[in-house]
């Protein structure tokens, strides 16, 4: 019975957090779970937990044996799968065209992370020698950004009869950010902390709108602009 209440309470409180966060697909899943009606959680609903209750993947995992140990049953995900589902939501897993073409930008989309410093001149003033970086290509990271939005910009569509729409065009506002992480050293064995600035480059969309009837219908708009939840990685440096 403890075990029980351990597990219940976990759920619930996981049901809640995606609830709150509009995961309303995954939480769908998690709850149908809950009432027996499945023998436990795909790996997609598993990492939107994690990322909607800031659960790092050593705590995550931790939950997972916990759980596992617990209930004798396999609810959660181990961290790879995790993994392999995260690879769909990151930039340059989806194909797409620019039209028209862009200038002096590849048509090759099978982009993932590159080097952030690639294509500058190196000054020793403006970067340090040993200065890092990684980061995703611009269009690469908003088309994710938008493929991650579909069910929003779906349910948006729907809402004001605007079927006929599905296929755009559309206009969507982004806000960009630049925020300073501050020391980031980490201890290496037994010696003193490095020191590491990091700074990271992020972007928001703020709303979607379709042109319809010779106004702007607003089919999205971000209620929680400064959440870390709804800033999109684009460069750490």
């Known amino acids: ?16 957090a995606l609830r709150a966060r509009n995961e309303h697909r995954q939480a769908d899943e998690l709850e149908a779970m809950m009432q027996g009606k499945g023998s436990g959680l795909s790996p997609s609903v598993c990492l939107a937990i994690r990322v909607n209750t800031f659960l790092s993947c050593s705590q995550y995992h931790k939950m997972y044996r916990t759980i596992k140990a617990i209930t004798g049953r396999q609810i959660f995900q181990p961290l790879h799968a995790l993994r392999t589902a995260e690879k769909s939501l990151l930039p340059g897993y989806h194909p797409f065209e620019w039209r028209p073409p862009l200038k002096n930008v590849s048509s090759n989309t099978e982009v993932g992370i590159i080097d952030g410093l690639s294509g500058l001149q190196h000054l020793v003033d403006d970067y340090p ?32 009869d605007l079927d006929d729409y599905l296929k755009g065009p559309f206009t969507v506002v982004i806000k960009e950010s630049c925020d ?10 037994c010696g003193p902390a490095v020191p590491e600035k990091a700074v990271r480059f992020s972007f928001t969309l703020m709303n979607i709108t379709v042109a ?16 870390e939840l709804c800033c999109k990685p684009l460069c750490l440096m």
């Open 1 to 16: 019975e403890e075990g029980g209440d351990v597990k219940s309470v976990c759920l619930t409180l996981f049901l809640l």
């Open 212 to 227: 319809h009837a010779n106004e702007n219908i607003r089919i999205f708009e971000e209620n929680k602009p400064n959440s």
């Open 129 to 160: 020698v040993d200065t890092i970086a990684k980061r995703f290509r611009y269009d690469s990271a908003l088309v994710s950004a938008l493929m991650d939005m579909e069910e929003d910009i779906l349910e948006g569509l729907m809402l004001h």
């Open 180 to 189: 300073g992480m501050g020391d980031v050293s980490e201890k290496h064995g």
